[in-house]
T-cell receptor, first 114, second 115 residues
C-alpha cells in the first residue's frame, strides 16, 4: 500500500526565515513519482515539482529546494528566506507508475508572519 | 490556454437532491480523476478514468458516480447527496495513466455544502 505522511500540521515562521516541510512516503514499488503542490488561500492546487524514483538529485528553483533521500523514504521541501506570499498549505504526493493515482499527504499549513 | 474547468465553483444543496459537478479539459488527456479534500485528511481519490468508457473506483467511491462518454468530460454525479459529502472537490487530468506522464493538472475546485 502507498502512504504519504506529513507530520507537521501547521508551521509558523517569521519572514526571511528558512523553513523545511517534511514528507515521508511508503511504497513497495520500484518506480514511482513524488510531487509537491501548493494550495494558496484561493484554493487551487499549484504544481511545484515532480521527482521520479530513479533521480535522487536534489533540486533548487529560486528560493525553493527539494531533498530526495530514498534511504529514508523522504522528500523534504525547503523554502529559503520565506515571504508572506509563501503562506499556503503544501501537499506532498506520490503516484505509481501504472494507474496514475495520487496519494496525498494531509498537508502542512505554512504561515509566514511579516 | 491548457486548463481543467470545473463547474460550479460553489454549490449549496439539500440532502437527497441529485447533482452533477462537471469537469472538462482541453488538453486531449486520456486520464481524468476526481478527488475530495477534507480537513486533516488531505485529498482522497473518488474515481478515475483511464480513457473513454473506462472508469474505476478510487479510495472513497461510495455515494458517487461518474461517466466518461467523451474524452474531454468527466462529470461527478451525486445521486442522493448527504451531509458527509460536504467537501472541496477537485478534478484532475493527465496525458496518460502511466507514470511517465503523471503531471496532473487540477481544476480550481468545487466547494460543495449539503444541508
Amino acid at each position: 500500500a502507498q502512504k504519504v505522511t506529513q507530520a507537521q500540521t501547521e508551521i509558523s515562521v517569521v519572514e526571511k526565515e528558512d523553513v523545511t516541510l517534511d514528507c515521508v512516503y511508503e511504497t513497495r514499488d520500484t518506480t514511482y513519482y513524488l510531487f509537491w503542490y501548493k494550495q494558496p488561500p484561493s484554493g487551487e492546487l499549484v504544481f511545484l515539482i515532480r521527482r521520479n524514483s530513479f533521480d535522487e538529485q536534489n533540486e533548487i528553483s529560486g528560493r525553493y529546494s527539494w531533498n530526495f533521500q530514498k534511504s529514508t523514504s523522504s522528500f523534504n521541501f525547503t523554502i529559503t528566506a520565506s515571504q508572506v506570499v509563501d503562506s499556503a498549505v503544501y501537499f506532498c504526493a506520490l503516484s505509481r507508475f501504472l494507474g496514475n493515482q495520487f496519494y496525498f499527504g494531509t498537508g502542512t499549513s505554512l504561515t509566514v508572519i511579516p | 490556454e491548457a486548463q481543467v474547468t470545473q463547474n460550479p465553483r460553489y454549490l449549496i444543496t439539500v440532502t437527497g437532491k441529485k447533482l452533477t459537478v462537471t469537469c472538462s479539459q482541453n488538453m486531449n488527456h486520456e486520464y481524468m480523476s476526481w478527488y475530495r479534500q477534507d480537513p486533516g485528511l488531505g485529498l482522497r481519490q473518488i474515481y478515475y478514468s483511464m480513457n473513454v468508457e473506462v472508469t474505476d473506483k478510487g479510495d472513497v467511491p461510495e455515494g458517487y458516480k461518474v461517466s466518461r462518454k467523451e474524452k474531454r468530460n468527466f462529470p461527478l454525479i451525486l445521486e442522493s447527496p448527504s451531509p458527509n459529502q460536504t467537501s472541496l472537490y477537485f478534478c484532475a487530468s493527465s496525458l496518460t495513466g502511466t507514470g511517465e506522464n503523471t503531471e496532473a493538472f487540477f481544476g480550481q475546485g468545487t466547494r460543495l455544502t449539503v444541508v
